[in-house]
């Protein structure tokens, strides 16, 4: 699969979306659908969903998905590192978690903040 992000054009839809969901005021309770059109880029073959999930304790989960015609997990982590790249440290095996589900969407999440939200 030759999808990259380095694309100028490209990085800056990856870049917009993810800046749009880590925008508090988008954040989303856990549960909600998150393939909606704001969260949703679609980058050549790839399509990348960003969300911040907040969980009925207040957590925050940063969640960026990845769907793409034979995207492997090893592509989507490529993807994922050049996306998060100088916002975040990039450590797969240490912070992001990654699982795909059944319509092939591979999904990496992590804590976005250090301690939950206070209501």
């Known amino acids: 699969m030759r999808t990259s992000l380095q694309d100028p054009s490209v990085v800056r839809s990856a870049v917009s979306l993810l800046e749009y969901a880590l925008d508090p005021v988008h954040w989303l309770p856990s549960g909600q659908a998150r393939a909606s059109a704001a969260h949703l880029r679609v980058v050549g073959q790839v399509q990348v969903c960003a969300t911040v999930d907040v969980t009925p304790t207040l957590e925050t989960v940063l969640r960026i998905s990845f769907r793409a015609p034979e995207l492997t997990p090893m592509t989507a982590a490529d993807l994922l590192e050049e996306l998060v790249k100088g916002r975040f440290t990039f450590a797969p095996n240490t912070e ?5 589900d059944g319509r092939k969407w591979i999904h990496f999440s992590r804590r976005y903040t250090a301690r939950p ?3």
């Open 117 to 119: 939200l206070q209501a």
């Open 96 to 100: 992001w978690e990654c699982g795909i």
